[in-house]
């Protein structure tokens, strides 16, 4: 472990950097405008209870740092040219010694290399109002500033939005007020996943109800809907001229329950990924007029952290069909994230986020992913630690933060995923004066 490294608080460059923009400092939100639900465009500029912007922001959000940990492969990254890629003063850390991640070409990376303008898009794990996670129903607390302040923030609301129904045949039923889509917008949260073993847990009435709310809050779900169609139609918004397409669907239904949960022609229900003939098609009508495709799945057994072939079986034909991003959760504690050898981005488990958990347990482990994408290229990731504590993710700090980000980065082996970004060609060069201090030194 390097000495010397601030350790109030990260903001982690823990993946590498290939954006040609160093990773300059992200513009609130509040600046640039924020994705309309409609899927048509941003809204105008807006400010929210509990928003901070410019110096207030900076001084409130983490730190930006390089780290390195041992044995652990969270390198600071390099971009095209050689030099570390990211934002942020000198920290007086010594240069990277130890070599990075060779850097690869992958199979049709010409067709992704990075264009246009950088988009920031984030993503976190799972949210639910019962228990202690019910505070968040006043707001998100002190994860806030982070959540608002890439151009577009996505979580898994694994929870029904209803007062009505009754509970399904299952040990865990969740539920909330429609309340929770207005605390979500005001925390930072602009879409949710819905496709999810919870969100039917009080049946076709439950459902209904939380369409019906969440049409009224103007708050983009995808993942469930009316029918198949409705189930599977992607989310889609365009920002800073690049247009975004998101899909959710859930490889996760309980056999007892999964038959009356799916939706189908004229039948209201979740899309369900259980044959992937649906999902795949849904990814390739998204591709015809997308600049970046994402999907965000359901997957995964609970409390395993790195994935089966349920997981990574399916990510070819995701990315064949030409899915630029593969998130997902359900696992409950974190999985690995990195580039696929296809050059696709993929997080296999965001893991817990609002959450009932309590303790320094794995499912309190938490955080956001946070990416900066160029067309179908991601060009940098980010992992900002957090922990969960009364129900509410809390920004990590000191060595709960190396531990939180030890964990992410050792995962990337049983994955089979990349600490850096491919080649894909002529990428431009990073400018000196936006470059992150190098990393520290790593050993063994």
């Not at 607390?141 to 509970?167: C, F, K, R, W, Y």
């Not at 975004?244 to 490889?251: K, L």
């Amino acid at each position: 472990m390097a000495s010397g490294l601030p350790v109030s608080a990260y903001r982690v460059l823990w993946l590498g950097s290939r954006n040609g923009q160093g990773g300059a400092a992200v513009p609130s939100r509040g600046d640039q405008g924020r994705p309309d639900a409609s899927g048509t465009g941003v809204r105008a500029p807006e400010r929210r209870g509990g928003w901070l912007s410019g110096p207030a922001r900076a001084g409130a959000a983490l730190t930006a740092v390089g780290l390195a940990l041992a044995g652990c492969g969270l390198l600071g990254g390099s971009s095209s040219d050689g030099t570390a890629g990211g934002a942020g003063a000198s920290t007086g850390v010594a240069d990277q010694t130890s070599a990075a991640t060779t850097a690869n070409v992958p199979p049709g990376g010409t067709q992704r290399a990075p264009t246009g303008e950088p988009v920031t898009l984030q993503f976190a794990g799972d949210v639910h109002f019962a228990g202690s996670a019910a505070a968040a129903l006043n707001g998100f607390g002190p994860i806030v500033p982070e959540l608002s302040a890439a151009d577009l923030t996505m979580v898994n609301l694994e929870t029904a939005i209803t007062d009505g129904g009754d509970p399904a045949d299952k040990e865990f039923t969740f539920r909330a007020p429609s309340r929770a889509f207005t605390a979500l917008r005001e925390s930072g949260v602009d879409v949710v996943t819905m496709a999810n073993n919870h969100a039917m847990d009080y049946g076709t009435t439950g459902l209904r109800d939380t369409l019906g709310a969440a049409q009224a809050a103007n708050f983009p779900v995808v993942g469930i809907g009316t029918d198949d169609t409705a189930a599977f139609r992607p989310y889609k918004v365009t920002i800073k001229g690049q247009r975004i397409a998101i899909i959710g669907a859930t490889r996760v239904l309980d056999d007892n329950l999964a038959a009356a949960w799916t939706s189908g022609p004229g039948k209201p229900g979740l899309a369900s990924a259980k044959d992937m003939t649906e999902l795949l098609a849904a990814v390739r009508a998204a591709r015809a007029d997308a600049d970046t495709v994402v999907v965000d799945l359901h997957w995964g057994v609970e409390t395993h952290s790195c994935p089966g072939t349920d997981q990574t079986g399916i990510v070819p034909e995701l990315v064949d069909a030409g899915a630029d991003i593969v998130v997902g959760s359900h696992a409950h504690v974190l999985e690995g994230g990195g580039w696929h050898p296809s050059g696709a981005f993929v997080d296999y488990g965001l893991g817990n986020f609002v959450f009932y958990s309590s303790g320094m347990a794995a499912n309190t482990q938490s955080g956001i992913l946070r990416l900066t994408v160029r067309g179908r290229a991601v060009t940098q990731a980010q992992w900002l630690p957090a922990r969960i504590s009364g129900g509410l993710p809390r920004p990590a700090t000191g060595v709960d933060a190396r531990q939180i980000v030890g964990t992410v980065g050792s995962l990337q082996q049983c994955a089979g995923l990349n600490a850096n970004p491919p080649t894909w060609g002529a990428i431009p060069a990073v400018p000196a004066s936006t470059s992150l201090p190098a990393a520290a030194p790593t050993h063994g």
